[in-house]
């Protein structure tokens, strides 16, 4: 299928009002970036002798237990545990603050009500923990010498600018993302669209296809994604539709816009775009031509025209 076939009666796309979004970084930020920072100096040493306490690193054995039943996935050995991670359900962590190498601890705490695993949601269980070494974290002031280590910077003032520096730059870089999405969001919403219902279908396929193939690759099912969310399989068509059709539109309006604007793509825009893809996918460029087809080659060339009639929007708007 082709984003051509739908049709676009296009709105006045040149000089948008868009609001101003000023870009500020306050001092309070870059003291707090700068003290995240340091953690990449941090070192750890045994604290045999010690008590836990937030920010140790500890390693458990550990039994989970519901109506002294043990339950299933509720159990690890040598499990390595920062406290303070929130890694583990609520409570669970504060029980270990206070306990020494070789102690055995009940810790005692409820499942969350909205736990993906619904035959454990809002039950009680009793985890049995061993805990069998302790690491404590030790986290250097910050100096010249801490810098050099963590940055391209020799000085602390050096690296206070460097941070500033990419601090503004996040900023800016979502600044005009959100610029982007407000200019095209406005676009097709004064636009006259009509897309096909199949159309429709076959992209929010492709959109469920892509979402269970990353959650494939992280080791979870489609069902295990609606049951975190709480969603019906109703609910996820609904969403998916949604996003294909904004999708659809955004797409067919950025088409059409380069299309009156007399935008085209030279080869080797098309050639570098397929070449950072191919990297992307450890394929070498013939091998990403015959995957994607025609088609998808020509997607990847639409795509580019998306992305310089989204340029040519942005810079024509106006901020108020």
């Known amino acids: ?55 140790d690193q500890i390693v458990i054995d550990f039994v989970g237990y519901i109506d002294d039943q043990p339950f299933e996935g509720g159990d690890g050995t040598e499990y390595p545990l920062v406290l303070g991670s929130n890694t583990f359900i609520p409570g669970f962590e504060e029980q270990l603050v206070g306990a020494r ?27 049995k923990v061993t805990v069998k070494s302790l690491r404590a974290t030790i986290t250097p002031e910050l100096s010249d010498e801490v810098v050099a280590k963590i940055s391209p910077c020799k000085t602390i003032e050096e690296f206070k600018g460097y941070v500033e520096n990419e601090i503004r730059r996040f900023k800016e870089d979502q600044q005009l993302q959100e610029k982007e999405n407000e200019v095209l969001t406005k676009i097709v919403e004064a636009s006259e669209l009509e897309i ?26 489609l069902q295990d994604y609606m049951d975190y969310n709480n969603l019906s399989p109703e609910q996820l068509e609904e969403y998916l539709t949604h996003d294909a059709v904004n999708m659809l539109k955004g797409q067919a309006v950025l088409l059409e816009i380069a299309r009156a604007e007399g935008m085209a793509y030279t080869e080797e825009e098309l050639n570098e775009e397929l070449f950072q893809m191919a990297r992307g996918y450890q394929m070498t460029i013939g091998e990403l031509q015959k995957m994607l087809g025609d088609e998808g080659v020509r997607m990847v060339g639409d795509d580019i025209l998306h992305k310089k009639a989204l340029d040519f929007i942005v810079a024509e708007s106006v901020e108020v």
């Not at 000089?15 to 941090?42: C, D, H, I």
């Open 101 to 127: 190498v070789g102690d055995q601890v009940d810790v005692k705490v409820p499942f969350p009500t909205n736990y993906h695993a619904k035959e454990y949601a809002g039950r009680d269980a009793v985890f």
């Open 1 to 55: 299928m082709s984003e051509q076939k739908i049709q676009v009666k296009l709105a006045d796309y040149k000089g948008v009002n868009v609001q101003k979004r000023p870009v500020t970084v306050t001092e309070q930020e870059v003291l707090a970036e700068l003290e995240r920072a340091r953690s990449y100096a941090s070192v750890t040493k045994d604290k045999e002798d010690g008590q836990a306490a937030m920010g």
């Open 196 to 221: 096909p219902e199949e159309m429709i279908r076959g992209r929010a396929q492709i959109l469920k296809n892509s979402l269970e193939g990353q959650l494939r690759n992280g080791g979870n099912t």
